[in-house]
């Protein structure tokens, strides 16, 4: 049975920073593109962050230079360090695992990213 967990969200003031984690069984993350969305309250889920089985990471504009994702895999686990953070970075933030070769994908539970002063 394949889990992925999220943790570290919180309520942060603009400016401020949270890293987000995503603990994984049932897979290998360094085996999956592993990535970050995230879903905004009436907007449609998006990606924020992906990093590949070769470490090769993937950006939205929107967090280019303020967001890191990073894997772990003694922990079997990826990361995403968000600084600088904004209102408009306020969302659910989900944790995905993708495997091109089978098709197969799946999703955390999410984990609340609220940003307010």
């Known amino acids: 049975q394949v889990q992925l967990v999220e943790s570290g969200g919180g309520l942060v003031q603009p400016g401020g920073s949270l890293r987000l984690s995503c603990e994984a069984s049932g897979i290998i993350c360094s085996l999956y593109v592993m990535g970050w969305y995230r879903q905004a309250p009436g907007k449609q889920r998006e990606l924020v962050a992906q990093?590949?089985?070769?470490?090769?990471?993937f950006y939205a504009d929107s967090v280019k230079g303020r967001f890191t994702i990073s894997r772990d895999n003694a922990k079997n686990t990826v990361y995403l360090q968000m600084n600088g953070l904004k209102p408009e970075d306020t969302a659910v933030y989900y944790c995905r695992a993708d495997q091109p070769a089978t098709l197969s994908g799946y999703w955390g539970q999410g984990t609340q990213v609220t940003v307010s002063s």
């Open positions: 990093i590949t089985s070769g470490r090769n990471t």
